[in-house]
């Protein structure tokens, strides 16, 4: 009601022209105004400049307002109607889908029956009542097997056979050839074992090189090499050496030696070198290979 109120109310928007158009004139008749009442004239038709703009401000709010609430019923109900026109669409569609499913079971079943009567006119005749039809079962019967009864009552009449065949009543040279081969057999397997041990086996030997450390600088190499060369021991082959720098001015004695390893083994070896303690410090196994 409010808005309708002011939709229809009727103002007077330019009464300040009118008011100005009216004082020129009485000015023109009655001669100027003072310059007080001229000011207090103008400030009163500023403030009703203000009000007018405001009045007017005001209605085209409530105008604005109102075409929006006219407006919002007709877009929802608008709505409405586009969400029943798109279900009315999807029931039509829901119902042509349960008719062709209705129709697909009607004819599934009048199939069902054609079967149905197609199969009982076709049943095999009955069996007479003469012939027993039993179902295929396999016997429960053991197989039993036959006794070993029979067995060991042929067996020592067998034996007795043999007994009576081992019988030479006029003897035979079986016995004296089944000796000659034995003999035979045992001079081969002494012959044969003779030779075996006759062939030399294999002999186990190891490559090592050895790392001979002196005490200091001021040791004589060469004479310490000739003492470690000195060790002669049955399987032990001495082999190439050499003196590497280890620092400081000190050299050490890198030799070679092939052993065998039934007959010397390292510790015996590292025992002997280390005995000339004039010239040996230690004595390192720097590579151990079988050969």
Not at 247 to 258: A, E, F, N, S, T
């Amino acid at each position: 009601m409010a808005v309708d109120y002011f939709l229809h109310e009727k103002i007077w928007f330019e009464k300040y022209k009118y008011d100005d158009a009216e004082r020129r004139y009485y000015e023109q008749m009655n001669g100027p105004v003072s310059s007080s009442s001229h000011q207090q004239e103008n400030g009163a038709s500023t403030i009703l400049r203000d009000i007018a703009r405001a009045r007017e401000n005001i209605q085209k709010s409530l105008a604005g307002s109102a075409s929006t609430t006219s407006s919002g019923p007709a877009g929802d109900q608008n709505e409405l109607l586009s969400r029943i026109s798109h279900l009315e669409v999807e029931n039509q569609n829901l119902r042509s889908v349960v008719a062709d499913l209705q129709m697909a079971i009607f004819k599934l079943e009048s199939r069902l029956n054609a079967l149905e009567k197609s199969s009982t006119s076709h049943q095999p005749s009955p069996v007479p009542p003469t012939q027993k039809v039993e179902p295929f079962s396999v016997p429960s019967k053991k197989v039993e097997l036959p006794s070993a009864s029979p067995a060991k009552k042929v067996e020592p009449a067998a034996a007795e056979e043999d007994d009576d065949d081992d019988i030479d009543l006029f003897g035979s040279d079986d016995e004296e050839e089944d000796q000659e081969a034995a003999k035979v057999r045992e001079e081969r397997l002494r012959q044969y074992a003779e030779k075996k041990a006759k062939k030399p086996g294999l002999i186990a030997k190891s490559s090592i090189l050895l790392d001979v450390k002196p005490w200091d600088d001021e040791t004589d190499m060469a004479k310490m090499e000739e003492c470690v060369r000195s060790i002669h021991m049955d399987g032990l082959v001495w082999g190439a050496s050499k003196l590497v720098p280890v620092g400081y001015g000190i050299k050490k004695l890198q030799i070679q030696c092939v052993v065998e390893d039934d007959k010397v083994g390292t510790d015996i070896l590292e025992e002997e070198i280390t005995k000339f303690e004039d010239y040996v410090q230690s004595v390192d196994i720097a590579a151990f290979n079988k050969i």
